[in-house]
């Protein structure tokens, strides 16, 4: 059975973490997001809110902030861990040994130590190879 319960002051008061809304627009890209929006996605109200993909970002970069684990953060949001990941890269949340090694890339690691752009770069250099050896042979 689903309790509807009245939206009130106290029943506000109970939520455990406050969201604050970035005071300095410096810290984010864009001033097209609708912080309220984010706020409802963060919380998990229902109706969800249809969120565009800057609001996306906010909500899961807030999310990771807050401690909340990539896997759960992906299910929530519906969006997948490698774009969380990649969005955690260039807001700098990310350690060197999550970044690509390639170059001053700074992009999130994907596999073998490289992101997803370098990964397939790396992949269709080694089929050419292969494929110049193979006619060599
Ligand atoms: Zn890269």
Known sequence: MIIHRPFTATYCREQRRPFIPP???????TETIDWYAVERAIKGEDPRPELTPDELREAAIWLRRHGMPRIVVSTHLCVYERRIKEWEADAGMLGPDDLCTRGDCKRARAGRGLCTTHLEADRKWRRAVAEVLAVAA
């Open 23 to 29: 005071a300095t627009e410096d810290q984010f890209s």
